[in-house]
Nanobody
Framework: QVQLVESGGGSVQSGGSLRLSCEISGFTYSTYCMAWFRQAPGKEREGIALMSVDGGTRYAESVKGRFTVSQDNAKNMVYLQMDSLKPEDTAMYYC???????????????????????WGQGTQVTVSS
């Protein structure tokens, strides 16, 4: 059974840091695209960070330079380090897994809501000014 369980959310002041963790079970995450999404009240869920099968990363412009996605092979964990947090980062954060599409000799990760195969339950991040 595939499970993604997030932890590490909380409340922090503007400029602070948090590290979100995603514990993965039921599949070998190294064969999946692993991503972090967030959803603020009244807004659509958006992808903010993605780690491809080959370990490459990409970020939304809104978090680039402040957030870092990483993985721990031994612990089967994926992390999102969030620094220089802003009030506009306040949202529910979700860990997600996507089965990559094989295009030619490469594995392509769409990083979109529609392409995601598995979701965690979410963890709340609140940043106060």
């Amino acid at each position: 059974q595939v499970q993604l369980v997030e932890s590490g959310g909380g409340s922090v002041q503007s400029g602070g840091s948090l590290r979100l963790s995603c514990e993965i079970s039921g599949f070998t995450y190294s064969t999946y695209c692993m991503a972090w999404f967030r959803q603020a009240p009244g807004k659509e869920r958006e992808g903010i960070a993605l780690m491809s099968v080959d370990g490459g990363t990409r970020y939304a412009e809104s978090v680039k330079g402040r957030f870092t996605v990483s993985q721990d092979n031994a612990k089967n964990m994926v992390y999102l380090q969030m620094d220089s947090l802003k009030p506009e980062d306040t949202a529910m954060y979700y860990c997600a897994a996507e089965i990559p599409r094989n295009i030619g000799e490469s594995d392509y990760c769409a990083g979109s809501v529609d392409a995601t195969n598995y979701w965690g339950q979410g963890t709340q991040v609140t940043v106060s000014s």
